[in-house]
């Protein structure tokens, strides 16, 4: 798999061998003065505990192109990329289209947050950690769950963080999951628990019991098919095994449904991509972890707490550090590092944006606007919905053709159709429907699907 | 500059931070009442206050654009501003991870190009972009690790190797994987025992992983002896690359005998930290390794770009392909270097960490009398002697308007200072900050009370942090009327 | 300072016999002092069977996590909640309020093994010593 053809690129003609890098700001004279107080003659002499043999190898790379070059070939290559403002789309699964407002990517782009690291210095980071703070708050209100983190890779592992933690709490080395719960996920979970030497078994919907040896009952709050499941049954049900549940949850659905601190989980996941984030071609997300508090020192991850300065002045700091890798190492509850911080801040700036009225708007315009695209479709011939329940944004679709063949025809009318999933049903496509999607959109879809 | 409000604070019934359109559809059946929520307790704030709120926090931050941040093996360097420009152009924002292939080829071939460039920087055969942080790039390391063992029938190896001045995620990695460590002391010169590793290097276990150069900032010499030592005893060698920048242009993982190396987007290859994210922690991997390589990886055929899974992957790590976002950038990055630019920057990072050394050698007691590479590691030992500790010498820095290095680690230096200057600093700036811990020397013993006090100038003071976890206060909380 | 009548071990715990076969233990002043601000106590329920010189639980400081060694084999039969509720107790007065878990003994021959007031203030010293070398 070695490359020897590296792709085609262009080239550049230096105007001089010496036209320096505009981040490195040593000039000649600093670098000869610099290397007379540490006395060597040349900087590749500060290089000789690597042994002869290994030095200065061959790379091999392309020229080198000017700030002008590369925008032009980025804009190239993003221009070969089918952007979605060009096109009516239907898919979801995991990733969301949703509205940002302008003032989040103002916000997140101001470089004294994203030029940040780790707030370690707290006196010099209160941007940083109060801006955590809100967000913990503002998740903890939206899921109606006590304690939330400071934030996780995406939602698929902290589903798998969730599970590590519920056999830790537990003592237990098995995990349940449903079928209905997005199988990225459930790949995701089960090379977690390989990896922890953990059993992960999948359980149907309408399976009776959980094994009183399972340490959680992972569920899906609307599920992968969309539409939503009894989750007083599935609580019921882990909580006479001795298991804590996890639920999994569309953040922004719950500007109109009840949060899953409302129908007593454990511990609440979610993606937090829907929250301000764009698609980018599935990353950078954000994973939301949220959980009752008496499993606070067994959460994954950073958390961010409030106290006072020596001056008795309000502040935010690091907290409960004693769980994180840095401190205890091997026996942390988790390896994690990161926070995904900038995107939990864009979390933070949309939820604020749109408040209580304007999320519970959102979330009515997907209701509305995707039973109105599943009505339509249903009455189309040949098509019809998988499943009875009650949904909120996306539904499953049986179609009189290879979903394939649908979304070959679909895209050349600059439409993106459902995703294409046969290998859970015959011919059926899972479509997603939000606010972005225009009455002309979906009644362009349904038009183009009837004349299939 | 205090800044003791919050959001609930400038909450008002009635207001809203942004526009929405009406529903432009027919209204359908409601959902049942049973399903819906009743309350939701979001704070209402005009976009002017929003935007106001949030500008005030940031000015509370210190970044890489507000100073000098030598925090050492975090590679605080410059974040070129165009690339924040490029990565938000819409043909790579508004893409769907399950659009068709053929409607994503500009991205997948970017991806595909970047797999190529950090397969030749780190002389290794192939690039997984999956995981999304160093640490997440650890794991799919570490679980390459075992799934090689265990395609080879050879499943006694269940422990990892590392040395006693690992990063905190290195064992912390190791224990998501199932697997247990072993710590490799590390000899007065600061590299790799050899007669530590021989002893310790038995047949349970499965790979010995190093950062290269150390969080020391010490290259070992030693290096071809030591992947020698663990290959001929049936283990791999693992690379932790959250050093890279010291290599760049200079040496090859792959040559120096790395079975794989994990790297960091967010260090090397100068994309923004984002206050703690987001990262990409790429892992790369010698032939040996590639069919466990976690999926999806970008392969080019008949022109054509697609994702596909390496034969034996060990799965699935994140819910798509990484962060694509990241990578953009990265890949801006990588393609404004050439052979001889990459040389220039592990060389100004070395020789600006040399400088620092040389110069502050005479005030800081220096565990490891040698050439260094892109990170100096002092210890404040001599100042704790006078009651100051490596702590108040942070703090005071912050006075100076100067971003302190990493402290208290790595943990085998007593109060440590360990301090990466990176290229991206010029000769000016280290004087500064050495002018500042010269000062800070002198105060250590002339004057220790203003290193006590300090920070005197910063939004806030030293916090009570022991106050922050006895009384866990992890959030506000408003009550919602009525919907 | 460090109470004569105490019992003290290599990890910084001290045991005070407590008459017939019990014993009380908690953390050192030299401990507490190096751990800084303690925030959190992990102590074995009562009933467990304890170990003379092997965890028995955790003490967390804000930056730090140290491991509680049992100072006598034994069963935990209290352990001191206040403590918990109010690990800063452990700071201000480890010898007094600041007490950790009373056991029963299992073999009071075992306090042998440990350092009485004189050897126990000069392993003291000679820890600080090196601690600010």
Known sequence: ???????????????????????????????????????????????????????????????????????????????????????????????????????????????????????????????????????????????????????????????????????????????????????????????????????????????????????????????????????????????????????????????MFRPP???????????????????????????????????????????????????????????????????????????????????????????????KRGLRHVAELCYHKAHYAARAIGKLKGYSLVFPQPFFKEFAVRCPLPPSEINHALFKKKIIGGLDISDLGENTMLFCVTEMNTRQDIDRLVKTLGAL | MRHSYLLPDIS????????????????????????????????????????????????????????????GSCTMKYNPKWHEDVARLPGFTELHPHQPEESVQGALELMYRLQEYL????????????????????????????????????????????????????????????????????????????????????????????TMPSTLGLFDPKIAEIAELVHKRGGLLGGDGANLNALLGRAKFGELGFDYVQLNL???????????GPGSGPVCAREELVGFLPAPLVAKSNGKYRLVSPPSSIGKIASFYGNFGVMVKAYAYVRSLGPEELKQISGDAVLNANYLKEKLKPHYFLPYDRTCMHEVVFSGKKQKAKGVGTVDIAKRLLDYGLHPPTVYFPLIVSEALMTEPTETESKETLDRYIAAMEEIARDAVENPEILHNAPQNTPVRRMDEAKAFRQLDLRWEIRDEKQ | MNPKEYKYTKDHEWLCPEGGNKGKMGLANYAQTQLGDIVFLDLPAPGTQVEQFKKMGEVESVKAVSDLFSPASGKVVEINQSAVDEPKLVNEDPYGDGWLVKLELSDPSELDALMGIDEYNKYEAEASAEGAD
Not at chain 1, 81 to 97: T, W
Not at chain 1, 227 to 235: A, L, Q
Not at chain 2, 134 to 148: F, I, P, Q, S, T
Request: proline residues 6%; charged residues 20%; negative net charge.
């Open chain 1, 1 to 255: 798999m070695k490359p020897r053809h590296l792709p085609k690129a262009q080239t550049s003609r230096k105007m001089t061998d010496t036209m320096p890098l505009p981040y490195l700001p040593n000039t000649e004279a600093d670098r000869a003065a610099m290397l007379r107080e540490i006395g060597v003659d040349s900087v590749d002499e500060l290089f000789t505990d690597i042994p002869q043999s290994f030095r200065n190898g061959r790379f091999d790379l392309p020229a080198p192109l000017s700030e002008l070059e590369l925008k032009r070939e980025l804009g190239q290559l993003a221009d070969l990329n089918a952007n979605l403002n060009d096109y009516a789309c239907f898919l979801g699964a995991g990733s969301y289209r949703h509205f940002i407002p302008s003032t989040v990517g103002h916000i997140i782009g101001r470089s004294e947050f994203y030029t940040a690291y780790t707030p370690y210095q707290a006196e010099v980071s209160q941007g940083t950690l109060q801006s955590v703070y809100e967000f913990q708050s503002l998740i903890c209100q939206l899921t109606g769950m006590e304690v939330s983190n400071a934030g996780m890779y995406d939602g698929s592992t902290s589903a798998a963080e969730a599970a590590l933690m519920a056999c830790a709490i537990t003592n237990r080395s098995k995990v349940a999951v449903l079928s209905t719960v997005n199988p990225a996920y459930r790949e995701v979970l089960d090379t977690y628990c390989r990896g922890k030497n953990l059993r992960l078994v999948t359980l149907e919907l309408d399976s009776s019991d959980l094994p009183n040896d399972c340490a959680c009952l992972i569920v899906q709050q609307p599920n992968y098919f969309g539409y939503f499941e009894g989750m007083e049954t599935h609580v019921q049900k882990a909580h006479d095994a001795g298991a804590l549940v996890i639920a999994i949850v569309d953040p922004i659905s719950l500007g």
């Open chain 1, 261 to 355: 601190g409302d129908y007593g989980v454990d511990i609440a996941v979610a993606e937090g991509q829907p929250l301000g984030v764009p698609m980018s071609f599935g990353g950078p997300y954000l994973g939301i972890f949220a959980c009752r508090k008496e499993y606070v020192r067994r959460m994954p991850g950073r958390i961010v707490g409030k106290t006072v300065d020596v001056d008795g002045n309000a502040g935010y700091v690091m907290t409960l550090v004693t769980r994180e890798q840095y401190i205890r190492r091997e026996r942390a509850t988790s390896n994690i590092c990161t926070s995904e911080s900038l995107m939990a801040l864009a979390a933070a700036v949309y939820l604020a944006a749109l408040g």
């Open chain 2, 12 to 71: 008002r019934a009635g207001r809203i931070g942004c526009t929405l359109p009406e529903l432009d559809v027919p209204p359908s059946e409601p959902p049942p009442e049973e399903l819906m929520r009743e309350e939701l307790g979001l704070p209402e704030v005009s976009e002017v206050d929003l935007v106001r709120y949030f500008t005030a926090l940031s000015k509370l931050n210190y970044g890489v654009d507000t100073g000098f941040y030598p925090l």
């Open chain 2, 119 to 210: 397969t030749e920087i780190t002389g290794m055969n192939a690039t997984s972009l999956v995981p999304v942080a160093g640490a997440h790039g650890e794991v799919a390391g570490l679980l390459m690790v075992k799934a090689y063992h265990q395609a080879r029938g050879d499943k006694g190896r269940k422990r990892i190797l590392l040395t006693d001045s690992s990063h905190g995620t290195n064992p912390a990695s190791v224990a998501m994987c199932g697997l247990e460590t072993g710590v490799v002391a590390s000899d007065a010169k600061g590299d790799l025992d050899l007669n530590s590793l021989d002893s310790m290097m038995k047949e349970e276990v499965a790979a010995l992983t190093l």
């Open chain 2, 266 to 276: 967010h260090k090397t290859f100068s994309t923004p930290h984002g206050g703690g």
